[in-house]
C-alpha cells in the first residue's frame, strides 16, 4: 500500500523560511518521479517543482524559481522541498506527489501523478 505523509508545513513571516518533508512508503523512491504540488483558496492546484527519479533533473514553475529547492533522500524514502524567502502568495495547501518514470525526467503535470499525500498547509504572513 503507498502513502505519502508530508509534514513542516505553518505560519511563516514573509521573508522566512521552511522545509516541507514527504515520507513515503509502500514506494520503490528510485523507480518514481516525484513533485511538489500546491493549491491556494479557490486556486486551481498547480505543480511548483519536479524532480526525476536519479535526482539528477528538476523543474521549477517560475513563480518559486531560485526560492525553494526540491530534493529526494532516498536512503530515507523522503522526498524534500527548501521553501525560502518566503511570500504571501505562497500560501497554500502543498502536496506531494509520485508516479512511476524511469527516465531522465519529470512533469509537473498533474494528471501524471498516481500518488497523493494529504497536504501541509503553509501560510505566509505579512
Known amino acids: 500500500e503507498v502513502q505519502l505523509v508530508e509534514s513542516g508545513g505553518g505560519l511563516v513571516q514573509a521573508g522566512g523560511s521552511l522545509t516541507l518533508s514527504c515520507t513515503t512508503s509502500?514506494?520503490?523512491?528510485?523507480?518514481?518521479?516525484m513533485a511538489w504540488f500546491r493549491q491556494a483558496q479557490g486556486k486551481e492546484r498547480e505543480g511548483i517543482a519536479c524532480?526525476?527519479?536519479?535526482?539528477?533533473?528538476?523543474d521549477y514553475s517560475h513563480s518559486v524559481k531560485g526560492r525553494f529547492t526540491i530534493a529526494r533522500d532516498d536512503a530515507k524514502n523522503t522526498l524534500l522541498m527548501q521553501m525560502n524567502s518566503l511570500k504571501p502568495e505562497d500560501t497554500a495547501m502543498y502536496y506531494c506527489?509520485?508516479?512511476?518514470?524511469?527516465?531522465?525526467?519529470?512533469?509537473?503535470?498533474?494528471?501524471?501523478?498516481?500518488?497523493w499525500g494529504q497536504g501541509t498547509h503553509v501560510t505566509v504572513s505579512s
Open positions: 524532480i526525476s527519479w536519479s535526482g539528477t533533473y528538476t
Open positions: 506527489a509520485a508516479y512511476y518514470n524511469y527516465g531522465g525526467s519529470c512533469t509537473m503535470g498533474r494528471n501524471a501523478y498516481r500518488y
Open positions: 509502500g514506494l520503490e523512491v528510485g523507480d518514481y518521479a
